[in-house]
């Protein structure tokens, strides 16, 4: 019996966690692991998967590839009617009912935690077993739907197999130490779920020790709050400080529950070690309470700006949009809030009301419209009119490429210090772009830097943002090529500058090879430092190397 175990991800560079730990549960099986991308053709999807001569296929199913899933499934069956298709994931767990009444191509549904269900799932048919024995399984037996026993949650989490005991990711590895979380919000699957599970601490540290000798790039820990159990935390990260090589680990934490010796730890992480994600969601008191979600954003505040002082950790924070009672006006109080505190990255998130999720069941209390497909984004609430979703959806489009992208640093540094509202400038921003059709048409890099120096130009001294922006796209760009924004900075005699200044080169890059080197003329000198960006009205010039987007000024 040929078993395979299938996932769509989002993204080439990803990979899925859940059918590599029931791959390595059911090691008894010779199962083989099949991933493809949402954005594949679905019949190339297909004919990779007919090539394999599968009998039994296991999808892992999220709502950001239900629908690519369920295609390829119809499509599968038209081929092969003998073929046995299991469903499991977030996306199938709380429906499975009427899921496998809607779509009779599927055989099976697992509900919950999957890897001792596929086991005894496939033991059952390859035994022709009953399966009414079978916990947690939907099924179809004749013309009926059967739901049998809820199964529990696996106890003792070490029974589960090193996933990637016979694998060395060449891609970004997702990894858990522990299952559940200690948060009840209202908007999340792990609200549905009590309690927290570990992984023996010895053990997950072999497995860490086994990443970083292999090298992986990225490691993203998919546990829902990771300091929730503080000296387990502390122990991983002191850890990893001990044995860091090139290996960065991500983290989604909650900065209030940081400690004295969590700081005195992480103070010591070689940089580029730890990235850290931290789900603020909102600042507004009421609607955290509402959404049964416990944050004291001071001290998050306090202690992310703390983070943010060592110069060593990437701090992403997350708001999530249209969540209920949350007004524009309280979301964009929210939004400046986070951007007093310059994360690296500030992620806007729309609410997705989730199957199972204790949001679903308030939709008519908060009167929450949503779209009736995946990944089933709310579109208005109560306090929450459809044109301002619109507008934060345009605004997020915007803030990610200006300011999430990191390709305009500098310029972002300085616009934070003299901004009263960070909102408010992205949301006249955006108006602007829309102006240009830049919603609807596609722009290169040279194109957005004209865009953010025309709308700037008004507001701003125009020989200052021009300095700004020309670091930014050097240092972005790492090319030399001229750009008509930037034509009055060229130096026409460049190549005698460069060796009449070999000397300096060679002190501030260690560089030999100066075709790696280009210089302007600027009549502005920026400095970036740890409290924001420092602006000196002098003309200079300035040398850029290409290689790592350093710079020095004479």
Not at 126 to 142: P, R
Request: charged residues 30%; glycine residues 4%; contains cysteine.
């Amino acid at each position: 019996m040929n078993i395979v175990l299938a996932s769509l991800n989002s993204k080439y560079i990803h990979s899925n966690l859940a059918i590599r730990y029931i791959k390595s549960y059911c090691s008894e099986y010779n199962i083989k692991l099949f991933e493809g991308t949402i954005n594949e053709n679905i019949l190339d999807i297909v004919e990779r998967i007919i090539d394999l001569k599968v009998d039994v296929i296991g999808f892992s199913c999220y709502i950001w590839n239900i629908e690519s899933t369920l295609k390829v499934c119809s499509t599968l069956k038209k081929i092969n009617k003998d073929l046995i298709i299991i469903l499991g994931g977030p996306e199938v767990s709380f429906d499975g009912e009427s899921i496998i009444k809607k779509y009779d191509y599927i055989d099976y549904i697992i509900e919950g935690e999957g890897e001792v269900t596929f086991k005894e799932l496939i033991d059952t048919i390859f035994n022709n077993k009953n399966l009414y024995s079978v916990k947690g399984i939907v099924f179809k037996d004749g013309d009926k739907i059967i739901k049998n026993e809820q199964r529990k949650l696996i106890e003792n989490l070490d029974i589960l197999p090193f996933p990637y005991r016979n694998e060395i990711p060449d891609k970004i590895v997702y990894y858990e130490a522990s299952r559940g979380c200690p948060f009840n919000c209202s908007y999340c699957l792990s609200s549905t779920i009590k309690g927290v599970r570990y992984f023996d601490l010895e053990r997950v540290k072999k497995e860490l020790k086994f990443f970083i000798d292999n090298e992986v790039k990225l490691v993203k820990f998919v546990d829902r709050t990771f300091n929730a159990n503080k000296n387990f935390s502390k122990a991983i990260w002191q850890f990893l400080i001990e044995n860091a090589k090139s290996t960065t680990f991500h983290f989604e934490i909650s900065a209030d529950l940081l400690d004295e010796e969590s700081f005195e730890i992480l103070k010591s992480a070689p940089k580029n070690l730890f990235q850290f994600e931290i789900g603020v969601q909102t600042t507004n008191i009421e609607v955290l309470k509402i959404i049964n979600r416990r944050m004291d954003f001071e001290k998050v505040k306090e202690n992310i700006k703390r983070i943010k002082k060592f110069k060593n950790i990437h701090c992403h924070l997350d708001l999530i949009a249209g969540l209920p009672t949350e007004d524009i006006d309280s979301f964009k109080k929210s939004f400046d809030m986070c951007m007093d505190i310059k994360p690296d990255v500030l992620q806007l998130g729309f609410l997705k009301v989730l199957k199972g999720s204790a949001v679903e069941k308030e939709i008519k209390k908060y009167d929450i419209k949503y779209a009736d497909f995946p990944p089933y984004q709310v579109l208005s609430t109560k306090d929450m009119s459809y044109i301002n979703m619109e507008k934060l959806n345009k605004i997020e489009k915007v803030f990610d490429i200006y300011y999430n992208s990191g390709n305009f640093k500098l310029t972002m540094e300085y616009l934070l210090d003299i901004v009263p509202s960070f909102f408010n400038f992205f949301n006249e921003f955006s108006i602007f772009l829309n102006s240009k059709d830049f919603y609807t048409k596609n722009f290169d890099l040279k194109d957005k830097f004209y865009f953010i120096y025309e709308f700037l130009i008004e507001k701003i001294d125009k020989e200052l943002i021009k300095d700004l922006l020309l670091h930014d796209y050097i240092i972005t760009s790492k090319k030399p090529y001229a750009v008509e924004l930037f034509a009055d900075r060229y130096c026409d005699n460049k190549k005698e500058i460069i060796i009449q200044n070999k000397d300096n080169i060679y002190i501030h890059f260690k560089c030999t090879d100066f075709k790696k080197v280009i210089c302007f003329k600027v009549k502005y000198k920026i400095i970036l430092k740890n409290e924001g960006v420092t602006i000196e009205n002098q003309d200079a010039l300035v040398f850029f190397n290409l290689e790592n987007g350093e710079y020095f000024y004479i």
